[in-house]
């Protein structure tokens, strides 16, 4: 059976890592496409290399929806796809499932289910790929009651467990034994606190950030994505604030510095759910950053803290 495996963005990759490894060749023929919603080196570069993935059949360029939708019904036709397997909730997810839908090609979606029930463009999202996912791999009971709540059939929608976790057990060990992050960065083991932004706007949320280093008395490792990175940039604040604060700016580490960095910290603030079961596995203190509700309910299990930015109780 020749399957299209399609991935978009960082998060992405760490889905599937497990699921490219344990699919029978000998019974699904994976056809790799890398789209460049987002792009670069540490963004995704890295990330494959370090996880194994192989070479992608092809590379799609970023241009919007639209001429994606078209370049995958031209790729369903080329390669004479019989399924597509995406996951998580990024545009090229939902470009993908749009185009498998003209074209009628089932579509088995990683990690559905996922609400807030906030009325927001992210919500709309996930809820429209949802809904035009043929089979729903869950990650968690809330997440399947989310769908059959919602009128989903129980038969196509089965719970996982995150395959991103198995990624993190796969090689949270060769991380400890081959990651030099902290003599790079000249930190100690639990002596720095690790913070990891992909959504909230620097500039908004950094007097929380200084005030979490000035209460723990320890220094703050913040891993930014590009397009961060350049908000704090045009803001003239970037190298600014790690002259006069003990905040130190990072970008997106490769995946084996970036278990490494977690593994080794005191406690990880995150705006991301996503990495939360990932990172839970090590057994460190955990805060949700974040004006929304938690989607995994994972406060129920004393596995993370919500703390919402700004707020006077912040840190």
Same mark, same amino acid.
């Not at 706007?201 to 350049?230: A, C, H, Q, T, W």
């Not at 084996?256 to 057994?283: C, E, G, H, N, Q």
């Given at each position: ?34 789209? !460049?919603? *987002?792009?670069?080196?540490? /963004? ?6 370090? +996880? %194994?993935?192989?070479? $992608?059949? &092809? ?122 992050? !902290?003599? *790079?960065?000249?930190?100690? /083991? ?6 990891? +932004? %992909?959504?909230?706007? $620097?500039? &908004? ?111």
């Amino acid at each position: 059976m020749k399957v299209g495996l399609f991935i978009g963005t960082r998060p992405e990759i760490y889905i599937h890592a497990t699921i490219i490894e344990n699919l029978p060749k000998k019974i699904f023929n994976i056809l790799f496409f890398d789209v !460049l919603e *987002e792009s670069g080196w540490f /963004e995704k570069g890295v990330q494959y290399l370090t +996880l %194994n993935y192989p070479r $992608p059949k &092809e590379t799609i360029k970023w241009t919007g929806l639209k001429s994606l939708e078209d370049k995958v019904i031209e790729l369903i036709e080329k390669y004479e796809l019989e399924s597509i397997i995406v996951g998580g909730y990024s545009r090229t997810v939902y470009a993908v499932l749009y185009a498998s839908r003209e074209k009628k090609v089932p579509v088995i979606h990683i990690g559905s289910g996922v609400r807030t029930y906030v009325k927001n463009y992210d919500e709309i999202l996930r809820q429209v790929i949802d809904r035009w996912s043929s089979i729903h791999i869950v990650n968690m009971d809330v997440n399947r009651g989310n769908l059959v709540s919602e009128g989903f059939d129980g038969k196509f929608i089965k719970v996982s467990g995150f395959t991103s976790v198995d990624a993190v057990l796969r090689n949270l060990s060769e991380a400890i034994k081959k990651s030099s992050i !902290l003599d *790079e960065l000249s930190i100690d /083991e639990n002596e720095y606190i690790a913070v990891y +932004l %992909n959504m909230l706007n $620097p500039l &908004e949320v950094i007097s929380d950030l200084i005030k979490l280093g000035e209460n723990f008395r320890m220094p703050i490792i913040i891993s930014l994505p590009k397009n961060l990175k350049k908000i704090l940039m045009e803001g003239g604040r970037y190298y600014k604030i790690m002259e006069d604060y003990d905040i130190l700016f990072l970008e997106v580490l490769d995946y084996l510095d970036y278990l490494a960095l977690s593994y080794y910290s005191r406690m990880i603030v995150t705006d991301s759910y996503w990495i939360i079961p990932d990172l839970s596995i090590m057994k460190k203190p955990i805060a949700y950053y974040s004006r929304y509700p938690d989607p995994y309910n994972l406060m129920k299990y004393g596995v993370t803290d919500s703390i919402e930015p700004g707020a006077e109780d912040s840190f």
